[in-house]
Nanobody, 124 residues
Framework: QVQLVESGGELVQAGGSLRLSCAAS????????MGWFRQNPGKEREFVAA????????RYTESVKGRFTISRDNAKNTLFLQMNSLKPEDTAVYYC?????????????????WGQGTQVTVSS
């Protein structure tokens, strides 16, 4: 079992930056691909970014390319999402997830473990 706990979400003005963290426990995450998703009420969970276990492969959804950076520190069992140039449409609950089955995954159902989420609110 892998437990995931996100942190770093808060209210920020448009154009600002935030860094989300996802602390893992239970198992070392080096063998897991990891991802960030986001969700607003009444909408489906949306893929944001994913990274392979070694960090050598990365994927982003088109709307965050050039603004968000996913990274991981396997020695600290932690996943990060650096978010710059934030826009009001980035407002959502952000979730981190871990997958044991795929080298890298962009679909929510390919992930085995999920955190509880952290709220990011971007004001205009």
């Amino acid at each position: 079992q892998v437990q995931l706990v996100e942190s770093g979400g808060e209210l920020v003005q448009a154009g600002g930056s935030l860094r989300l963290s996802c602390a893992a426990s239970g198992r070392t995450i080096g063998s897991y691909s990891m991802g960030w998703f986001r969700q607003n009420p009444g909408k489906e969970r949306e893929f944001v970014a994913a990274i392979s276990g070694s960090g050598g492969r990365i994927r982003y959804t088109e709307s965050v390319k050039g603004r968000f950076t996913i990274s991981r520190d396997n020695a600290k069992n932690t996943l990060f999402l650096q978010m710059n140039s934030l826009k009001p449409e980035d407002t959502a609950v952000y979730y981190c997830a871990a997958s044991s089955k795929f080298e890298i995954a962009t679909l929510a159902h390919n992930y085995d473990y999920w955190g509880q989420g952290t709220q990011v609110t971007v004001s205009s």
